[in-house]
């Protein structure tokens, strides 16, 4: 279970760094950075949801 969670926030870590943006720091000021982290965190969420509504679906019309 443990790795499991863990796995995940690796996973959210690994997908806010194709942000270049955020992998590369471009922001000076700390809440600067802050609010393009969260704003690419709610873009990955809310892509991660679409793609779920779409797998589920079509999983439920097969």
């Not at 969260?38 to 999983?59: D, E, K, N, Q």
Request: a positive charge; aromatic letters at 16%.
């Amino acid at each position: 279970m443990l790795y499991r969670r863990r796995n995940a926030i690796e996973r959210m870590f690994c997908r806010l760094k194709d942000y270049r943006s955020i992998a590369t720091r471009y922001e000076k000021l700390a809440t600067n950075f802050a609010s393009s982290v969260y704003f690419a965190a709610a873009i990955s969420f809310w892509l991660w949801v679409r793609i779920l509504a779409i797998l589920l679906t079509s999983s439920q019309r097969a």
